[in-house]
């Protein structure tokens, strides 16, 4: 860079900020700085790079670490962090600032992690995060199981062989998740959120044993939180035996290493089988012991005394028919008798208003009547017997016969009577009657004495 | 309902495990008993089979909103 005074004693601002940019870029010291500090106003570009200030005590610088260098990022830059990082101090020329281009960085002293750490658990165990009441109990046989962990990791290895060797029956989703350094807080957090979406059976979130910082994530208290909220059970396997993570208490089960996890998942195929044929067995034994209680039980009722002597079933009925026989016929027999009592008393009554007497009365009133009757019919025949042949003595004395007999005699004129003289004519021819005999006669003369 | 192929692995240990327990209470009648005894060992016979037919199906899950680095 030359400067030319004749043409003009003025720089332009990019001429010196080329210049000043040049003197940084070329100091030895400037170039490769170790600067600690403590971070403040952290922003994430979404292309990866991260810009911050760093402060110490009154004094502030700009920083930026590009995506290259982030990506190798252990930890999560937060507000507030203290950190060590390394990089070199140039100008940016569009704004003129002076800052520090950071290739590395990490936490000043895993101590503060820890406070961080230790503060965190208080807080949730304070809320109940850890306590068993909300701790989701595991299937017994799980159909499916999600895995969250590393594809290419030996913690992954380890789980499909204990799963394949213990429970070949499931079906396992892997979720291949970014399990440590600078992203995986939030990649873990994506991977939970998908495999709770897949409403599987349990999930495991595991990873193999590794350095603290490798094993931060699983301290973070997002993440944390995020295994608490989730609606599947899920089991965590975090590095070794010793390590014992933040999740690891809010999660439904911990296990202390993958494999582990893995047992803790599933049951061993062998104990199923084992446990089938004691089923088996139990069952077969339940059954003949209920057989035998059954053949027992028939035994004893077949045995039963009235079984043997049937008639005894129905001997009481027998006497208890024939008493109610017996009770019937007397009951029958007063019945009738007081019936009979009734009605002979009835009949009584009415032979007493019969009206036989009176009828045996009249009748004899009647007879009586008819003798008398009798009596006096036969009196009047008699009577008029007597009175008849005394009129026909009578009437015998005035026959004309004897009147005849005593010289008597009639004449008759055509059969006529004659009692007059005056009906006779001369000439008629007459028949006179005599007590012997009959003359017949001619008028010759006809005198009347007349007295008329 | 003995003939549900539909039934998962643990429905059909859970079922087991009733009967056996079932099997064992006196209030059950004997006719009920063999019913259950006869489809217990069915169950424990399937259940024996699938565990030996059992192969680990792993399947990768990758997620597209994933890398954007």
């Known amino acids: 860079m030359k400067i030319h005074m004749e043409n003009s004693k003025y720089l332009s601002v990019g001429a010196l900020t080329k210049y000043l940019k040049y003197k940084f870029d070329q100091d030895p010291y400037l170039t490769r700085v170790f600067i600690k500090g403590e971070l403040s106003n952290v922003k994430r570009h979404t292309s990866g790079h991260i810009f911050f200030a760093l402060k110490d005590g009154n004094a502030v610088i700009r920083a930026i670490m590009f995506s290259r260098s982030a990506s190798g990022l252990k930890f999560e830059p937060e507000e507030g962090q203290s950190v060590l990082l390394q990089g070199r101090i140039s100008i940016f020329e569009s704004s003129g600032q002076y800052q520090i281009y950071v290739d590395s960085m990490e936490i000043d002293g895993i101590g503060m992690l820890f406070e961080q750490l230790e503060k965190d658990k208080k807080e949730l165990d304070g809320k109940g995060y850890f306590d068993a009441g909300h701790k989701k109990p ?61 409403s599987s059976d349990v999930i495991i979130l595991a990873r193999g ?58 049951p061993d195929t062998r104990d199923i089988q084992d446990n089938l044929s004691s089923f088996d067995t139990f069952m077969m034994r339940s059954m003949s012991k209920k057989i ?26 027998t006497e208890k028919l024939a008493t109610l026989r017996m009770n019937l016929d007397t009951r029958v027999n007063t019945i009738l008798r007081e019936k009979r009592y009734r009605q002979n008393s009835i009949k009584d009554k009415i032979e007493y208003n019969s009206p036989r007497p009176m009828i045996e009365r009249f009748k004899e009133i009647l007879g009586e009547s008819k003798a008398r009757l009798d009596e006096e019919m036969a009196d009047t025949v008699t009577d008029r017997k007597k009175q008849l042949s005394s009129t026909i003595e009578l009437l015998n004395s005035l026959s004309p016969t004897s009147i005849l007999l005593r010289g008597y005699s009639f004449t008759a004129k055509d059969g006529n009577i004659v009692r007059n003289s005056e009906t006779l004519a001369p000439g008629d021819e007459i028949e006179t009657t005599l007590s012997d005999g009959e003359i017949t006669s ?8 007349v007295r008329k | 309902m003995s003939e549900n192929k539909t039934e998962t692995f643990e429905e059909k240990m859970q079922t087991l495990e009733k009967i056996v327990r079932q099997l064992d209470e006196d209030e059950v009648s004997l006719e009920e008993s063999l019913k259950l005894y006869q489809r217990g060992v069915e169950l424990s016979s399937e259940c024996d089979k699938i565990l030996k037919n059992a192969e680990l199906k792993v399947e990768t899950l990758n997620r597209k909103d994933d890398e954007d680095e």
């Open chain 1, 292 to 317: 035998e209680f059954h053949r027992n039980q028939l035994e004893s009722l077949s045995n039963y005394y009235k079984l043997k002597n049937p008639e005894l079933l129905y001997d009481q009925q």
């Open chain 1, 209 to 266: 044993g590794g350095s603290i910082e490798d094993l931060w994530t699983f301290n973070e208290k997002s993440v944390s939180l995020k295994v608490f909220e989730m609606k599947t059970p899920v089991i965590t396997g975090v590095g070794h035996e010793t390590d014992t993570t933040l999740v690891d208490f809010v999660s439904d089960v911990r296990a202390a290493t993958p494999t582990a996890a893995a047992e803790v998942a599933v």
């Open chain 1, 138 to 198: 595991l299937p017994r046989y799980p159909g499916t199981i999600t895995i969250i962990s590393s594809e290419t990791s030996a913690a992954y290895r380890d789980m499909i062989t204990t799963l394949r060797r213990r429970f070949p029956l499931v079906r396992v989703s892997m979720i291949n998740t970014m399990m440590q350094g600078r992203g995986s807080r939030q990649a873990v957090i994506d991977s939970l959120d998908y495999a709770d979406s897949l």
């Open chain 1, 442 to 449: 001619k008028v010759t003369e006809v005198k009347n004495n």
